[in-house]
């Protein structure tokens, strides 16, 4: 349970401690989170041991970035407010997002052999990076016959249907098989979660969630306004986001690429500068937003972006925060969410072969740098910027 802070602290000190982490936690989401339990648990103290796990299932259990949800829902707690949880968030996500967005800016000034090599370098990370996530949550979300079963329908479902509904689809698909067809496991222990949100500003923040995903749809704005649907995309590939920070690798895709925004090589090199960088892999949405085209681009195409596809994401986990606790226990539910971390394992592993591998391995030298980012990653444990920085240098010594 999320229990009250020992001492409340003010939302001016949540966000210098959150971005002293946005300046230094490299390694992903489940990095993140030992940062998190070393500075929150261990270090200042904010939260107890079961208070952490609870937290951590929750955000877990929903979609969105689950590190940025719990530093998120950690603000809150430890400020008593909205005001804490969006200091840690920006303190968290904006180092990373002004790296990424200052290298979007002069991108598009880039160009010679050197650099064409180099952003081909960075599009092989994107091989090794996806690779190894599909490996990993393979491992842990397809353990048995049934959950691979239905990883493999995700992947028909993506590979044959294709369009922007395909990942949609597949996970719903996921979701409704383990409803169906599989066990609820075990029940979560724990006790309550302990949150300053009533229930009546979880349902205003569930409301809203469901307001931003429905209505541009509805009243036809999308259509009308680009900045509104650059906002519609974005947020959409948010809310759809379960198993980790890489899936939103294919829903960003089909809003970006499949509509024109973005050409797919820029898509690519951007994701495999995205693990260069520290905090949330979500930031990857400040590149995109700010190279988009037709306008709103710039500063503020990726201001647009980044705010679109967190929201969600934190909308979630705080609205509901109140209810968790009765949630969690349904076995209906705990199902459902099974299906769909299996489903969603086909979906990265499609977006593995298409756009990933298809538009990086043009060649045996091009294999070979995949395979040797891969293999850094996973048996030798190099960081994910030194093999960012290896494969961007190989990839500019091989244009000459």
């Not at 809150?76 to 997002?97: D, E, I, K, Q, Y």
Request: glycine share 14%.
């Amino acid at each position: 349970m999320i229990q009250a802070p020992v001492k409340s602290g003010s939302a001016a000190e949540v966000f210098l401690v959150f971005l002293r982490l946005g300046l230094t936690s490299f390694g992903g989401p489940v990095a993140h989170l030992a940062y998190f339990h070393e500075e929150f648990v261990r270090r200042r103290r904010w939260i107890d041991e079961q208070a952490y796990a609870d937290l951590v299932a929750l955000c877990q259990f929903l979609p969105g970035p689950t590190s940025s949800q719990v530093g998120f829902s950690l603000g809150v707690s430890r400020s008593g407010g909205l005001s804490g949880g969006l200091a840690a968030w920006l303190g968290f996500t904006l180092p990373s997002a002004l790296v990424l967005l200052a290298c979007a800016t002069g991108a598009a000034v880039l160009s010679g052999p050197l650099a064409a090599g180099a952003l081909h370098g960075l599009k092989l990370v994107a091989v090794a990076v996806v690779a190894q996530a599909v490996w990993g949550m393979a491992r842990s979300l397809t353990p048995d016959r049934p959950r691979a079963g239905i990883a493999l329908a995700a992947v028909g479902i993506v590979s044959f249907l294709g369009g922007p509904f395909a990942q949609v689809g597949a996970i719903l698909c996921g979701a409704l098989a383990g409803f169906l067809f599989l066990g609820a496991g075990e029940a979560p222990s724990g006790g309550g979660l302990r949150f300053p949100a009533s229930r009546r500003q979880g349902l205003a923040a569930l409301a809203l969630f469901a307001i931003l995903l429905i209505l541009p749809g509805l009243t036809g704005a999308a259509d009308r306004s680009q900045g509104i649907a650059l906002f519609d995309g974005f947020y959409r590939a948010g809310a759809l986001v379960f198993g980790g920070g890489h899936v939103v690798l294919p829903l960003l895709e089909a809003e970006t690429v499949a509509r024109g925004w973005v050409d797919e090589e820029a898509f690519l090199a951007g994701y495999g500068l995205a693990q260069a960088v520290p905090g949330p892999l979500f930031a990857f949405a400040a590149w995109l937003g700010a190279l988009t085209r037709p306008p709103p681009d710039g500063a503020l195409g990726a201001s647009i972006a980044l705010i679109a596809v967190f929201a969600p994401g934190l909308l979630l986990v705080y609205g509901a925060s109140p209810f968790w606790e009765k949630l969690r226990a349904q076995p209906a539910a705990r199902r459902a969410l099974t299906g769909a971390n299996a489903a969603v394992v086909g979906v990265l592993g499609a977006a593995l072969h298409d756009p990933v591998w298809t538009s990086a391995v043009l060649s045996p030298q091009d294999f070979a740098l995949a395979l040797g980012g891969f293999l850094l990653l996973m048996v030798w444990k190099a960081p994910s910027w030194a093999v960012v920085l290896g494969l961007a240098a190989a990839g500019a010594v091989l244009s000459l």
